[in-house]
């Protein structure tokens, strides 16, 4: 019995065969980082936006980085098939023009059949929205926002720089032109408790959303999170904790929604703690688990169906 609906399953279910995401630096910033909002960023947030930041500082085209990155998944993984998938900061944060020039580049190469761009909420424009969706003819088209939690006092907390609603109003907006929406979420974020972070889970299974990804929060070096927790004023999740949370947040979300993640990838030479996040194969397995051993699955306790995913 598959307790949940995972990514891989999904992409088996849609294209008969392994699709690999392909993962893309186009260089953008964000207003949360480039004096627009602030130029701290997220308390959590590195150098890289969450991303590699490594391709664009070598120079790499957009073409040139899926060629590296096809070639990569046809040898480790057999894959043909490929998903550009637009990562580190905030991938529509510039110019219509500019955004249109790159996603282009990605979907260029050969083998590609999807699109995945994150962002934040409040970097969504109505041009933009129809920009993405003009490609669904073409591929499957994912947009990832980054909510991370319902409740503004933690947004301001980790200064996020937008609240719940504009969240909400992005999501609708994506959702009425056709476009797949999966939500970022952070478990463990400070000031929250469990109470908080299901009111997050039951939050989003109320909106038009056809995905979720969600991890631990971790502490990288250097940001003003490590700060935090050197100073005692922030304690991470213990495994056994998130993993009894994951399971929560996962029995109050559609059976329908397509979970694309339940674990962080941290670059291990940047990080804090908690050490357990770095094994992400157990991490996953404690996950399946204590799904079977409490007798429960994706959806259990929530009694919204949820949109299906948009395919071409």
């Known amino acids: 019995m598959k307790r ?75 894959a043909e098939k490929f998903i550009a998938y637009f990562q580190s900061f905030s991938n529509t944060y510039a110019p219509l023009s500019t955004l249109e020039h790159v996603y282009d580049q990605a979907l260029e190469h050969p083998g590609v059949v999807g699109l995945s761009v994150g962002t934040r909420p409040d970097c969504m424009t109505p041009e933009i929205v129809r920009l993405l969706s003009g490609y669904g003819d073409r591929v499957v088209v994912w947009l990832e926002l980054g909510l991370q939690s319902a409740h503004d006092s933690t947004l301001q907390r980790i200064n996020r720089g937008h609240d719940a609603a504009c969240f909400d109003r992005a999501v609708f907006m994506a959702a009425e032109a056709g476009l797949n929406v999966c939500a970022h979420v952070i478990l463990g974020l400070p000031g929250e408790n469990r109470g908080m972070m299901l009111e997050t889970a039951s939050h989003l299974a109320a909106l038009p959303l056809q995905g979720l990804k969600v991890h631990a929060l971790y502490v990288v070096k250097g940001t003003a999170l490590s700060a935090m927790y050197e100073t005692g004023h922030y304690r991470c999740l213990t495994r056994e904790e998130y993993v009894d949370l994951a399971v929560d947040f996962l029995e109050r979300i559609p059976a329908r929604m397509v979970v694309q993640r339940l674990t962080g990838d941290p670059f291990h030479s940047e990080l804090q703690a908690p050490a357990w996040v770095k094994d992400k194969a157990t991490n996953l397995k404690l996950i399946r688990e204590r799904l079977k051993a409490r007798e429960t ?5 929530c009694s919204i169906a949820g949109p299906g995913v948009r395919a071409t």
């Open 4 to 78: 949940y609906r995972d990514f891989n399953t999904y992409l088996r279910e849609v294209f008969g065969e392994r699709v690999q995401k392909i993962t893309l630096d186009a260089g953008f910033t964000c207003p949360n980082r480039d004096g627009t909002l602030s130029t701290g960023g997220c308390i959590y947030c590195d150098s890289r936006g969450s991303g590699s930041g490594a391709m664009i500082r070598q120079g790499l085209s957009i073409g040139e980085q899926m060629e590296r990155g096809c070639a990569f998944a046809r040898k480790r993984y057999g």
């Open 297 to 301: 699955w994706q959806g259990k306790k």
